[in-house]
DNA sequence: CGGTTATATGCCTGTCAAGGAATGGACCAT
DNA sequence: ATGGTCCATTCCTTGACAGGCATATAACCG
């Protein structure tokens, strides 16, 4: 469902950097737009679609909003990368092994449905 | 660098689909080309991406190109990824409401720059 | 209250990427 | 050689998204 919402949200660099501010430490929106360097309209765009997706909750403090990294969501990137990391990890044993391979020809390849 | 184009790439569901599909077992474009319900030339622009990114490799079988799954860059992935794994494990124990790191809060949160 | 700070939203534009149709090109079979 | 299969590339159109500017909203301060 908000999978590919996840992954749209995360496509964009700069709502990768945010997160990593985040990850040090709750910031401010106006702290947020000084680091980045946009302008104040299109960070405040750009939290919007974090927040959307869950990936940043906020925490109203007088006049300012302080934006603060909800890890949650990223538990299903991890999720997603889980049967992968298994793969490269045996890719890493291989390495280690040796790198010639029996005839690996033995799935024929035929259509499932 | 290219780490922006691989958070591109895996950010299609189509491309993701793909990925899924070479997880199981490398396949000829045409395979592909029926299980993702795409147009042949969308799924080789597809497949382009992919092979750009060094997600997948390509094996020239007689006429056809056989495409593998390369788990090599989906490591870029998981050690991005690490840090926000560490911070929410640390969620999970606190819902398991053991907080045995007292001085963890050592940082007050200064600005660093 | 009026002014100021701090953040969100709407509108507009440029850019970029995805998808289909048509085409090109490599390889095999007869 | 010729036709046929499998795949890549080009061209074109369309839709989505990012970014800036202007403006609305909300909370503090006097």
Redesign the interface.
């Known amino acids: 469902m908000s999978d ?1 919402a996840l ?2 949200a ?2 964009d ?1 700069h709502r ?1 950097a945010i ?1 990593a501010l985040l ?4 910031r401010p929106v106006g702290e947020i737009v000084r680091a980045c360097g946009l302008s104040q309209p299109s960070t405040s765009k750009h939290l919007k679609v974090l927040r959307e997706t869950g990936l940043v909750r906020v925490r109203q403090d007088a006049q300012r909003r302080v934006y603060a ?1 909800d ?2 969501p ?2 299903a ?2 999720a997603w ?1 889980a ?3 298994k ?2 990890n045996d ?1 890493l044993d291989a390495l280690g092994h040796r790198l010639d391979e029996p005839p690996d020809t033995a ?1 024929p ?1 035929a ?1 499932k449905d």
Chains 1, 2 share one sequence.
């Open positions: 590919a992954w749209a995360l496509a660099p990768r997160i990850l040090e430490r709750p990294l890890p949650a990223i538990a990137l991890d990368l049967p992968y990391r793969l490269w890719s799935e390849c259509p």
